[in-house]
């Protein structure tokens, strides 16, 4: 959405933001990936509260770490920090050289930052709040939402049935493929293979990464299982293909896992994450015979799943359970704007601008919440929704609402940034305050014309 509004010729407008130094000391063990290091950092960042803020990394243990490895870090925008910062070292020139650039200018890229002082030295010290990460406590990790991460081992009894639509996977560092090929080599001698009902696809970060994997001897062994490269980037991400969000994909989808390559081929080649690799050997899928009088596969999970496909609630004056779209088209047509209850960080989860454009047009003009995601609050704004936040201590919970209430929410003239306004529940007899999360004068001017594209319509019109 911000993006529209820039190729419309709308400057972008953020508050500065606080620095937080992140400190990774030691060495990661020699079968750590790129992606459990992010897994581990990713979640302690989510820990501290970074939303907004400026994340810069340093230490010695970032000096032991690969570009790909940095840039994973970097990449990764579930902490909602404005950024993640790993400032240039030699092992970034490096990369440069390795990567066909010019000797001569990388001479002089390198006396320039140093000139304006933005050569980093991994072992000084920060002058800002910071939080460490020991590198050597860093184990290998399987992820489904960003917060609900652990060992492969803790995850493999959360599933009730098979994925079968694959895994996302990130790419692994030039220097630890070696943690691919000795595992994929035996497995190809030793006739494994695919199983027949799993999708398999790889999408390398840059065409640099596909020579990595030619030259390392890796790229035939992935070929021969069925991970052909199908593009560069995010496009898996982008597409229709596996996310670790439950419900992305399709909403009977729930069983989602982000991995290091090496478990997700491992994974796809078992057929199922209902294993530890530690204790179960890589057998069949037995094949049931329903006519058996002798062995009958067990019926603990029939029925487990509904039969309504879509999302259902409860339509409040005439108390009957609707599709939600019907629902909110009976609240539109009765002329009954409505108001989101929300808990902490709403809004989490892939961004979208579709995530804000799709409430606004089932007739939601405000929400209310402990806490939002960062992106997904601009999107609220952009779409000319209020956004509301709960005043410290104060929860739906401790005001006795159960989101059956009417709200009046008094918007007073002139608004101001950040503005603490009255919240009337008629029902209760009751007024609380919350803040209306308007951050800047450029948001409060989105709000006043209905939304970012209808401003700059509005703006080119007038011209």
Not at 81 to 94: F, G, K, T
Not at 374 to 391: A, Q
Request: hydrophobic share 35%; proline share 6%.
């Amino acid at each position: 959405m911000e993006a529209e509004a820039v190729m419309l010729g709308q400057p972008i407008s953020m508050v500065l933001p606080e620095v937080i130094g992140y400190r990774l000391q030691g060495t990661p063990d020699k079968f750590i990936t790129s992606t459990d290091i992010v897994l581990t950092v990713t979640k302690h960042l989510r820990q501290i509260g970074v939303v907004e803020k400026f994340v810069e990394f340093f230490g010695p243990g970032v000096a032991q770490l690969s570009i790909a490895d940095r840039a994973q870090i970097a990449n990764v925008p579930r902490v909602w920090s404005h950024c993640s910062l790993l400032p240039v070292d030699y092992i970034s020139v490096q990369y440069l050289e390795q990567t066909g650039r010019d000797a001569e200018k990388l001479d002089d890229i390198t006396r320039y930052l140093k000139a304006v002082a933005m050569f980093r030295d991994y072992s000084n010290s920060s002058q800002d709040p910071d939080f460490t990460q020991e590198a050597s406590q860093i184990s290998i990790q399987v992820s489904r939402r960003d917060h609900v991460r652990g060992a492969p081992t803790s995850f493999s009894n959360s599933v009730d049935m098979s994925l079968q639509q694959g895994f996302k996977g990130f790419q692994v560092a030039p220097e630890r493929h070696h943690a691919e090929v000795p595992f994929q080599s035996p497995g190809e001698e030793a006739g494994l293979s695919m199983k027949p009902y799993i999708k398999t696809s790889l999408s390398p970060g840059s065409g640099v990464v596909t020579y990595y994997l030619k030259e390392s001897g890796v790229m035939d062994y992935l070929f021969q299982l069925g991970f052909e490269v199908v593009g560069y980037g995010c496009m898996t991400c982008i597409g229709n293909s596996n996310r670790n969000f439950e419900g992305r994909v399709h909403p009977n989808t729930q069983a989602n896992y982000l991995a290091s390559p090496p478990l997700v081929i491992a994974y796809a080649i078992a057929g199922t994450v209902r294993i530890d690799f530690d204790k179960e050997p890589i057998d069949k899928l037995y094949t049931w015979n329903p006519m058996s009088t002798y062995i009958k596969s067990p019926p603990f999970f029939d029925g487990l799943f509904l039969n309504n496909q879509a999302p259902r609630t409860l339509h409040l004056p005439s108390d009957e359970t609707l599709d939600v779209f019907d629902a909110a088209e009976c609240y539109q047509q009765a002329g009954f704007p409505l108001m989101i209850l929300a808990g902490k960080e709403y809004g989490s989860g892939s961004s979208r601008d579709w995530a804000s454009k799709g409430p606004f047009l089932l007739g939601i003009k405000a929400v209310l919440a402990e806490s939002y995601e960062m992106i997904h609050r601009s999107n609220l704004v952009g779409m000319g929704v209020i956004p509301l936040e709960y005043l410290a201590g104060d929860t739906a919970d401790s005001l006795d609402m159960t989101g059956r209430e009417r709200h009046t929410v008094v918007i007073p003239e002139p608004l101001t940034p950040k503005m603490i306004v009255d919240i009337k529940v008629p029902q209760h007899g009751q007024t609380f305050q919350a803040r209306m999360r308007f951050d800047t004068d450029v948001e409060l001017t989105y709000f006043h014309n209905g939304g970012i594209l209808n401003y700059k319509i509005r703006k080119m019109s007038e011209n």
